[in-house]
C-alpha cells in the first residue's frame, strides 16, 4: 500500500497560456511566433543554425507563481535539446540576470525528444527562451506557465464608481492571495519566507476576503516553533511584537479560544521579555536588530519613536489576550508598564511611518499628527508597507478623503507602470523618464525595476509581489464601505459609509464568522447618502448615519 506525507499542499495547479511575444531575437524574425499564442496545439520549428542563439521573452499578462512547461517535438536528434529559461517579474529582468538567491530565476533545462519538462518555482510574468546549443531544432508546441496557487473563492468584493480604486482593490487582492501558499510568504519571488512582520498587513487582508483560512495559524505557528525564547522572530525584536498583534487580531476576529490556548506559554514567556525592554523611564529599550520598515531605516529618532509605539500597542493586544486566557498578574503587568510608557516623549520627528504607529498605538492625537505631518508633501517618504497605517492613522483623524487621494496616487501609478500586482517599495520620483515593467527599455531611459532601489530591494532584487503592500484592498472595506467589526467574532458591526467628494456609489462585502456582511451607499440626487445592508440574522448592525467625515 502506498504512504503519503500527511502534510497534504493545500495549493491548486493551473495552466496559463501566454498572451503576448514581447520580444525576439533578430535570427527569429521569419519565425510566426505570434502564431504560437494563436495556436497552441500548431508546432514550431525554431532552429539554431546562425551565429546569433535564437531567443524570445514571452509575457503571460500577469504576476503569477509557479514555473513553466515546455515540449519537444519529434526531431530527427533524439539527443536531450538543453534551452536556457530566464523568469522576470518584468521585461528587464527576463532579458537579462537575475538575482538568484531565493528562488532560480535563471536555469537551463534539459527536454526530452518527443516529451516536455518543467522547471521553476517562482513569482514572474515574463519569460525568456534562448537555445544554447548550436546545430540543434526545436520543434516546439504547448508552451505554457504552470500557477501554483490556494484555489479560493473571494467572498469580500468592492466596486464602486471609480474605476481606478476599483483596480486597486483587485490588484491587492491578487497580490496577497499570491503571497497565501503553503505558508503565507512576504513575497512570491523574494524572499517567499514568513516574515511575521509582513503579516499583520496580509493577514488583515486575507481575512476581509476569505474569512478564516488555516494558513495563517500555520505561519504563525512556524515562526514561533522556530524562535525559542529569548529570540527574536526573524531576528528583529520588532517582529515578535507584530505576533502579538496578529494574535490579538485574528482571535478578535475569529475567537478561536483552542488556538489561543495552545499560545498560552509562548505568549506569557514573550510578553515577559517585552515587560524588560521598557526602563525606569518609560522608553522603549528593544535590542537589536532594531526594525520598522526599509524607509526608515536610517533614520535612529524616527525608529526609536516607532518602535516605542509598536511596543505600546503590542503591550495593550497582550493585555486583552491574557485577559481572556485568565492570566491577570501578567495583564496587570502590561497595563501598569503602559501607563509608565505613556509618560516619556520621544524625539520629534516629521517620519510619517512612526507617527502613524503613535496615532494607532493611542499615543498622539490624530488630528494633529495628519495636519502636520500627514498632509505636508503626502506622497513623499511612503512604504507600501506602512502606507497601510498611513491611511489607518488618517481615517482615524477622520481625513478618509485624504486617504482615497492617497491611494489613487501613490499606488494608482503603479498600474500605470504596468504592476499587475503590489511592489515592494515604490517612490514616486522613480516615475520620472521611466519605462513600464512590461516594455523593452530603450536607451536613454530608465527601467523602473532596474534601475532604482536600495537596502534589499536594489535593482532586480526587487520584489515586484509583496503582501505587505496591499493595504488598500482592507482599506477600501474598512473606510468606504465602512464596514468595521466592535465586538470579537463580529457579532456587532458598525457600518460607517464614506462616499467623499468623488464617489456616487460604493458597494461590496466582508467574510465574518457569522456569514457574508453586504453593503451598499449610493448618493441621491441631494447629494445624501443612502445606505443599504444584508447580514446574518447574529449580527447586530449599528448604521452610523449619513453623516460624512
Keep these: 500500500m502506498l504512504r503519503f506525507l500527511k502534510d497534504k499542499d493545500v495549493r491548486s495547479r493551473f495552466n496559463l497560456l501566454p498572451v503576448r511575444v514581447v520580444w525576439k531575437s533578430s535570427s527569429l524574425e521569419d519565425v510566426d511566433l505570434e502564431g504560437l499564442l494563436a495556436n497552441p496545439q500548431k508546432h514550431f520549428s525554431i532552429k539554431y543554425d546562425g551565429d546569433e542563439p535564437p531567443s524570445f521573452v514571452l509575457d503571460f499578462g500577469r504576476e503569477i507563481h509557479g514555473g513553466i512547461q515546455l515540449g519537444q517535438g519529434m526531431v530527427k536528434d533524439k539527443s536531450p535539446l538543453p534551452l536556457k529559461v530566464v523568469f522576470g517579474e518584468s521585461v528587464v529582468e527576463a532579458m537579462e540576470s537575475p538575482d538568484q538567491d531565493h528562488a532560480i530565476h535563471d536555469t537551463i533545462i534539459l527536454l526530452p525528444w518527443y516529451g516536455n ?8 510574468r515574463f519569460v525568456r527562451i534562448e537555445m544554447v546549443k548550436k546545430n540543434t531544432e526545436w520543434l516546439c508546441t504547448n508552451i505554457k506557465a504552470i ?12 466596486n464602486s464608481g471609480d474605476d481606478l480604486l476599483n483596480k486597486i482593490w483587485e490588484t491587492g ?5 499570491l503571497c497565501l501558499q503553503d505558508y503565507l510568504w512576504d513575497g512570491i519571488k523574494r524572499d517567499r519566507l514568513v516574515w511575521i512582520g509582513d503579516m499583520h498587513v496580509e493577514t488583515v487582508v ?6 478564516y483560512n488555516a494558513t495563517i495559524e500555520k505561519s504563525l505557528d512556524f515562526v514561533r516553533d522556530n524562535t525559542p525564547l529569548p529570540g527574536w522572530m526573524n531576528g528583529i525584536s520588532s517582529y515578535s511584537l507584530w505576533w502579538v498583534i496578529i494574535q490579538e487580531y485574528w482571535y478578535f476576529m475569529f475567537s478561536r479560544r483552542d488556538y489561543l490556548k495552545q499560545q498560552r506559554d509562548y505568549l506569557k514567556g514573550l510578553v515577559k521579555q517585552m515587560l524588560q525592554c521598557v526602563n525606569e523611564s518609560g522608553k522603549e529599550v528593544l535590542p537589536e536588530t532594531r526594525f520598522l520598515d526599509w524607509s526608515t531605516a536610517e533614520n535612529k529618532d524616527a525608529i526609536h519613536s516607532g518602535l516605542q509605539s509598536l511596543l505600546y500597542w503590542a503591550l495593550t493586544c497582550a493585555e486583552n489576550l491574557l485577559r481572556e486566557l485568565d492570566e491577570l498578574d501578567l495583564a496587570n503587568q502590561c497595563s501598569k508598564v503602559r501607563e509608565q510608557m505613556k509618560k516619556y516623549q520621544p524625539p520629534e520627528h516629521l517620519v510619517k511611518q512612526s507617527r502613524a504607529l503613535g496615532v494607532i498605538a493611542g499615543l498622539e492625537n490624530p488630528v494633529k499628527v495628519n495636519e502636520e505631518c500627514f498632509k505636508k508633501d503626502p506622497l513623499m517618504g511612503l512604504s507600501t508597507f506602512y502606507g497601510f497605517y498611513v491611511l489607518q492613522a488618517r481615517a482615524m483623524a477622520g481625513d478618509r478623503e485624504g486617504g482615497l487621494d492617497l491611494i489613487r496616487n501613490y499606488w494608482g501609478p503603479m498600474l500605470k507602470m504596468g504592476a499587475t500586482t503590489f511592489w515592494e517599495h ?3 520620483r522613480w516615475l520620472e523618464d521611466s519605462v513600464p515593467i512590461d516594455e523593452v527599455v530603450p536607451p536613454g531611459k530608465k527601467s523602473i525595476h532596474r534601475d532604482f532601489g536600495e537596502h534589499c530591494y536594489v535593482g532586480l532584487r526587487h520584489s515586484l509581489c509583496h503582501g505587505w503592500a496591499a493595504g488598500p484592498t482592507a482599506w477600501l472595506i474598512q473606510h468606504v464601505l465602512g464596514i468595521q467589526p466592535i465586538a470579537s467574532s463580529c457579532k456587532k458591526i458598525r457600518i460607517v459609509p464614506y462616499l467623499g467628494n468623488t464617489l456616487n ?6 467574510p465574518t464568522p457569522l456569514g457574508l456582511v ?3 451607499h449610493e448618493k441621491d440626487k441631494e447629494g445624501k447618502t443612502k445606505t443599504q445592508f444584508k447580514a446574518p440574522k447574529e449580527i447586530e448592525v449599528i448604521l452610523a448615519g449619513n453623516k460624512e467625515k
Design 117 to 124: 519538462n518543467e522547471v521553476g518555482t517562482t513569482g514572474f
Design 518 to 520: 453586504y453593503v451598499r
Design 426 to 428: 515604490f517612490d514616486i
Design 147 to 158: 500557477v501554483l496557487i490556494q484555489d479560493l473563492e473571494y467572498l469580500g468584493s468592492f
Design 505 to 510: 456609489f460604493a458597494e461590496g462585502t466582508m
Design 206 to 211: 486575507l481575512s476581509h476576503l476569505f474569512g
Design 173 to 177: 487582492a491578487y497580490t496577497a492571495h
